[in-house]
């Protein structure tokens, strides 16, 4: 939710310039990097935190693709659309479905080469 208030107050263009400036933000500055501490706590907190490194070579970058392909589609049409006080409940019906992706990555085994 701050993350769109932050994203609301910092860029003010209105219409399709506006929504794609927020996506830019979100999708190409934010979201990697919590993509990769995401897959670097998860791995730490089940006490494996030696396959951190390999983990995030494994799924980081697939993770940042899939990111991309649900959330750019999705993310240009809320802030397009969706007016600022519904834009993170939109976004919790799609982080539904993203949870459930993330999770599978998070949880596939490490393969060490």
């Not at 263009?13 to 506006?18: D, I, R």
């Not at 791995?43 to 693709?65: A, D, N, Y």
């Not at 939109?90 to 992706?101: H, P």
Request: glycine fraction near 6%.
């Amino acid at each position: 939710m701050i993350l769109y208030l932050f994203l609301s107050k910092m860029i003010t263009m209105p219409g399709a310039s506006g929504a794609f400036l927020c996506l830019l933000l979100d999708q190409f500055g934010f979201a990697p990097i919590f993509i990769g501490v995401f897959l670097s706590a998860l791995v730490t907190l089940e006490g494996r935190p030696s396959q951190v490194m390999p983990k995030l070579k494994q799924e980081w970058f697939s993770s940042v693709v899939a990111n991309w392909q649900l959330w750019i589609p999705f993310q240009f049409l809320n802030f397009l659309f969706v007016p600022q006080k519904f834009q993170v409940l939109a976004a919790n019906f799609v982080a539904l479905a993203w949870n459930v992706i993330l999770s599978f990555k998070g949880h596939r085994e490490v393969v060490l080469k």
